[in-house]
DNA sequence: CATAAAATCATGTAAAAAGGGGATACGGGG
DNA sequence: CCCCGTATCCCCTTTTTACATGATTTTATG
């Protein structure tokens, strides 16, 4: 399922000389996509990550609850660490970015098939060289203080908002700053944004 | 063109079907594009706007002015209206979202091909009418300017960097908040980042 | 060429963030 | 039980941003 209508399609014919393959059907949005699985349930969901409304990474946990015997595959556009992190977390067996080739792809669905776990991150990681892709770990209080800080919202804002003092929202920013390895908030946002955190 | 396979192979397929149209062959950069025109021109291109490297904006203009009588459609995710403006600026004949219909994207081959213009703006904007999508129109030192904040230069760094007074790069800085309709860098850079202008 | 837009520079004040120290409390895991 | 990570709090200083107000020069465009 992806919400383009091209990726879909354009899955569909890689996948449609495969005879070990048979199409079951697509879904833009994650409503069409359960009420799919009410009625029947594939081997493999081919699941991109970002989607408008419900994300990817949630709607694998639902599916993944209801229906545990379905195989998930995550498909992203970039080597997105921390969704492909979470994607894991939330009960997908494989990851396979949409430029893979057909041979990637189908080794991904045969590989996940036999119950194994299947990451295209090789690839990824000689596209995605660019930026170091490290990303920190962040406490539950430290991406709060940050999605504030994103918010526009200044220390004294934060402070009354999360009932806490305003050196404590100092501290947690200056622990933000230190993580990312950054010296101000601009570069911080930036990232943040980047790494898909906000 | 376009940098992902999945997406070029859901165009083929797309169109495989329509027998007015010749699938002249595909590209997944620049080079092996520019490559391609120096032997053959077909009527159209269909082009990605994002892309690694050398981005669709830049490589739009540079295919109009070797073969003027290449018509080239913008293709996006998004409704990057900023985007779009600078792919017809650089002679673009139209502009489709990657999730049209099979439909949509043939209503824009043909009416490219007939040398009128077609932007499929409408759909674009029910999809997009989640964020305001009110994106300020920069001139070439606020561009400047913001992509040197982002990068996390204080003003003193960014006037020694430009050969300008800090108050200088205030007063620019003044207007990139005036503009956006912020009040903090964070939000700033939020917003310029999530409008892919940095 | 005239007008508007953009880019430049300035002065001053107030607020916020960054950088450097410390310190206490609490909870879970070894 | 003690350690470690997390969260909380405080002080101080310097730097950076934000806000207000005004002005001159350059550049683009009709």
Redesign the pocket.
């Known amino acids: 399922m992806d919400d383009h209508y091209m990726v879909i399609e354009g899955i569909r014919s890689l996948l449609q000389n495969e005879k070990s393959i048979e199409w079951a059907g697509h879904a833009m949005n994650a409503a069409s996509c359960l009420a799919y699985l009410n009625n029947q349930q594939p081997d493999i969901i081919l699941m991109d990550i970002s989607m408008p409304g419900q994300s990817g990474i949630d709607l694998c946990k639902e599916v993944k609850e209801k229906y545990p015997s379905v195989f998930i595959i995550g498909l992203s556009t970039f080597n997105q660490q921390s969704f492909i992190q979470k994607m894991m977390d939330n009960g997908a067996s494989g990851y396979v970015l949409k430029n893979a080739t057909q041979e990637e792809l189908m080794e991904g669905i045969e590989t996940v098939m036999k119950g194994r776990t299947y990451l295209s991150i090789e690839a990824a990681q000689s596209l995605q060289k660019n930026s170091n892709g490290e990303m920190p770990?962040?406490?539950?209080?430290?991406k709060?203080?940050l999605e504030l800080?994103a918010g526009g919202?200044?220390?004294?804002?934060?402070?009354t908002k999360?009932?806490?003092?305003?050196?404590?929202?100092?501290?947690?920013?200056?622990?933000?700053?230190?993580k990312f390895d950054?010296?101000?908030?601009?570069?911080?946002i930036k990232l943040a944004v980047q790494m898909e955190l906000i």
């Open positions: 770990v962040l406490t539950r209080r430290e709060e203080v800080i919202m200044t220390n004294p804002e934060i402070a999360l009932f806490i003092s305003v050196t404590t929202v100092d501290t947690h920013r200056k622990n933000l700053l230190a950054v010296k101000n908030t601009a570069l911080l």
